[in-house]
């Protein structure tokens, strides 16, 4: 047997039922000639059909990620058992398509490779479809899937943004909001987040965003955050750092009187104010008022309206006397505290309380010349007597209208205030302070004057004596 099937006159095989692969598909005539032992001979000759098959594709893979730029990158492997050659058209999912490059060899039937690239437009997870076709027509489909990640990016604070403030102020807070190259990225949406309080805001030109706060929560340690949510382009960001909350500095000033009768009831008030133009609740504030000297003390206390003043009505018992009024705001989870002291008279009509007294000090070099006496009468309010002050520097004399209270301290201070009239007729509201510090009082008594609560003149007696009854 002798069999012939590619008509070429060469002998393929000798078997009695042979089998033979075509390397194409095709027609292709068979010719078999037998040979009897004898020499004999007979040919037939025959036609067989091979059929086309399509190529395999056995992989087909994104390339090697993540994709820089938005371009990805497929590879597929295929066979062909047929001698053919062959094209490839990939659908990228995004509408576009086009062809992939093919390599191929011939071994014991065709083995190959499909590579191509595509750039996307935007991020997204994308279907690819490669279809594969022979020079016969006979094709075969595979997918896979490319994901083309957003761009990363990163929220950083300025580093002159505020990590603290104090209660009630304004503290800024920005951040720049860039992608993974250091772009600056402008016109996205931020959230800032300070205290628990978040504004919505916009990165500007330059990828820049502030936020404004004022918070009104108690002093302590808080977070400051931004947050990006990011859009079909660009990946989330987030970042955060500790922010202090600090107690305010404030300022207490005494505002009630200063002079009070012994168990007559006077107001004391104080007002509670800060020394920025960013102002907190200032009201429900507990102050403490406090008259006392080295050896008395009594207390009163009122709490902070919506203006910051506390007052209170006080009917002072302690005896007449000098003393001072502290106004003490202890502090809170808000404010830090304050306090605040001024000089502070108790009187009271004694009958028979007396002081006398005159001389005359330097002022400003010229000569300051006074004389008072004063007395309460059985029965009386305020003292009798008169006050008469001459200043030689100005040439200018006063004499008392009339005498309000006086006071005589357990260290023979003696406070006298009343009103009195100078040479052109103005009155005024003056306070005199001597004390009699034994005999003689010449340059040991002393002696000031208040005219119209301004100190106008202090010193010891040059000439003159005090003497408190």
């Known amino acids: 047997f002798s069999w012939d099937f590619d008509a070429d006159g060469v002998e393929e095989s000798n078997d009695i039922t042979p089998t ?12 078999l000639t037998v040979t009897d032992d004898d020499g004999a001979t007979d040919t037939v000759e025959t036609v067989v059909t091979v059929d086309n098959v399509a190529p395999t594709i056995e992989h087909f893979d994104p390339g090697s990620e993540p994709f820089e730029e938005h371009v990805a990158s497929v590879c597929a492997e295929f066979t062909d058992p047929g001698n053919d050659s062959h094209t490839a058209w990939i659908e990228w999912g995004d509408g576009n398509s086009g062809p992939g490059v093919v390599e191929s ?72 909001l ?46 400051v955050s931004a947050e990006y949510g990011g859009d079909e382009y660009y990946m989330p960001a987030a970042v955060e750092e500790p922010f ?90 808000y404010y830090e505290g304050a306090s605040t002291d001024e000089p502070f008279a108790v009187w009271e009509t004694i009958a028979g309380l007396k002081a006398t007294g005159g001389g005359w000090i330097s002022n400003d070099g010229a000569k300051l ?28 004399n006063y004499h008392s209208e009339s005498l309000d209270w006086m006071i005589i301290d357990m260290f023979d201070v003696v406070i006298l205030q009343g009103t009195a009239v100078d040479d052109a007729g103005v009155t005024h509201t003056f306070q005199m302070v001597a004390q009699d510090n034994g005999e003689p009082g010449k340059g040991t008594d002393t002696f000031a004057i208040s005219l119209d609560g301004e100190v106008y003149a202090t010193g010891t007696l040059a000439q003159g004596n005090i003497k408190a009854h």
């Not at 190259?181 to 931020?190: A, E, I, Y």
């Not at 309080?197 to 965003?209: E, I, K, P």
Request: charged share 20%; proline share 4%; hydrophobic share 35%.
């Open 20 to 31: 033979h692969t075509w390397d194409d598909n095709g027609v292709f005539p068979v010719t």
């Open 244 to 333: 202090t909350v600090n107690r305010e500095y404030v300022e207490i000033a005494y505002e009630g009187d200063l002079i009070a009768e012994r168990n007559v009831p006077v107001t004391l008030a104080a007002r509670l104010y800060e020394t920025d133009q960013c102002v907190g609740d200032l009201s429900g504030k507990d102050i403490k008022f406090t008259v006392w000297d080295g050896a008395s003390t009594e207390e009163f206390f009122g709490t902070t309206g919506a203006d910051g003043i506390a007052q209170t009505s006080a009917a002072v018992g302690l005896p007449a006397g000098v003393y001072t009024v502290t106004a003490e705001f202890a502090g809170d989870e």
């Open 369 to 396: 010349t006074f004389g008072f006496n004063a007395k309460y009468k059985d029965g009386d309010t305020s003292p009798t007597g008169n006050f008469q002050m001459q200043d030689h520097g100005s040439k200018t």
């Open 105 to 176: 060899q011939q071994v014991a039937s065709v083995e190959g490779t499909v590579t191509a690239e595509h750039e996307y437009a935007m991020p997204g997870v994308y279907n690819v479809t490669l279809t594969l076709t022979d020079d016969d027509g006979g094709a075969s489909t595979a997918q896979t899937t490319v994901e083309i990640p957003r761009t990363p990016t990163t929220l950083t604070f300025y580093e002159f943004s505020d990590y603290s403030v104090d209660y009630a102020d304004v503290a800024r807070v920005t951040v720049w």
């Open 178 to 223: 860039t992608d993974d190259t250091g772009q600056l990225l402008p016109f996205q949406p931020v959230t800032i987040t300070c205290v628990g309080h978040s504004v919505q805001v916009s990165t500007n030109m330059l990828g820049c965003a502030h936020g404004f706060f004022s918070p009104f929560d108690p002093a302590g340690e808080y977070a």
